[in-house]
Nanobody
Framework: QVQLVESGGGSVRAGGSLRLSCRASGDILGSTSMNWYRQPPGKQTEVVAT???????AYLDSVKGRFTISRDSAKTTLYLDMSGLKPEDTAMYYC????????WGQGTQVTVSS
């Protein structure tokens, strides 16, 4: 029933910035911890960033200091602000809960060129 829709990806050069958005059809974003996941080409999915219901955040070591996860005040949209992008950040990016209990959205592709 709950739907997740990711957007904001694109193709950028190394060092560029993007803001990814995740919109949910319900209040799920404000009721539980949310993650951004990514799957690089040919690799396993990994957790990029987490934000708890209380607003605490945690990040994958390789993106720490470059990525920021947040949600808006209405808790309708989850964001991932990315700066200093590197080619290794190239991946399909998804949002979901910690236990991934919501059907996956379509994801949004981020491609970073050298």
């Amino acid at each position: 029933q709950v739907q997740l829709v990711e957007s904001g990806g694109g193709s950028v050069r190394a060092g560029g910035s993007l803001r990814l958005s995740c919109r949910a059809s319900g209040d799920i974003l404000g009721s539980t911890s949310m993650n951004w996941y990514r799957q690089p080409p040919g690799k396993q999915t990994e957790v990029v960033a987490t934000i708890t219901k209380g607003g605490s955040t945690a990040y994958l070591d390789s993106v720490k200091g470059r990525f920021t996860i947040s949600r808006d005040s209405a808790k309708t949209t989850l964001y991932l602000d990315m700066s200093g992008l590197k080619p290794e950040d190239t991946a399909m990016y998804y949002c979901n809960t910690l236990d991934k209990r919501i059907p996956w959205g379509q994801g949004t592709q981020v491609t970073v060129s050298s």
